[in-house]
């Protein structure tokens, strides 16, 4: 039982270019979350998904977008990389609020 | 206005101390109140979980919601050295909400031997 995993670990992009963080999670969960985490401000929702094929925007969605094809899977796409972008991302997955768990986290440097 | 808010800290204390942690949130709709730890480098972890008001106990762990305040607790009884992280507060409303997070800013705690 491997969790909530994500890849790549650590990425650098350049402005303008695009790329998909990868989450994955083996507990059969039916929530899935993106959040973004900058130093000194907490987490921040960007997208979730209820189930497979349903998503809904968090509080801080403008730059990415997201699909849920299966219960496993929630990639997160970045189409235009801006500097705004740099932080580190997390991934989670629950049944409900009292059993979210959260994966390792993608650091992303946009330059 | 942000929805929770969190004193950053730092805060450090000595191995054994009560330490008392807070937030307080202005959204009314909130009935949803977490806790969650953060290790350096790592994911978060969820560390306390209570709907509505109330208290609620796990071991050395006590988090407390008063909803007429709009105030948010975990106190943190015979703090121990690898008790040393960030630990962040969380809130979410019911019904349409329900799985939208609202985090605080995240307080960064020491505990020196």
């Known amino acids: ?111 | 206005q942000k929805e929770v808010e969190q004193d950053p800290g730092p805060l450090s204390v000595p191995e054994g101390a009560i330490v008392s942690l807070n937030c307080t949130y202005s959204n009314s709709a909130f009935q949803y109140f977490m806790w969650y730890r953060q290790y350096s480098r790592k994911g978060p972890e969820l560390l306390m979980y209570t709907y509505s008001s109330g208290n609620k106990e796990d071991g050395r762990f006590t988090a407390q919601v008063d909803k007429s305040s709009k105030y948010i607790s975990l106190f943190i009884r015979d703090s121990q050295p690898s008790d040393s992280a960030t630990y962040l507060c969380a809130s979410a409303a019911g019904g349409t909400s329900y799985g939208k997070l609202t985090f605080g800013q995240g307080t960064i705690l020491t505990v020196h031997p």
Not at chain 1, 40 to 62: C, Q, R, W
Not at chain 1, 68 to 89: I, K, M
């Open chain 1, 1 to 111: 039982n491997a969790g909530v995993t994500q890849t790549p670990k650590f990425r650098i992009l350049k402005i303008g270019q695009s790329m998909t963080l990868q989450c994955t999670q083996d507990m059969n969960h039916n929530y899935m979350y993106w959040y973004r985490q900058d130093p000194g401000m907490g987490l921040k929702l960007i997208y979730y998904s209820v189930g497979a094929g349903i998503t809904d925007k968090g509080e801080v969605p403008n730059g990415y977008n997201v699909s849920r094809s299966t219960t496993e899977d929630f990639p997160l796409r970045l189409e235009l990389a801006a500097p705004s972008q740099t932080s580190v991302y997390f991934c989670a997955s629950s049944y409900g609020l009292d059993s979210q768990y959260f994966g390792p986290g993608t650091r992303l440097l946009v330059l």
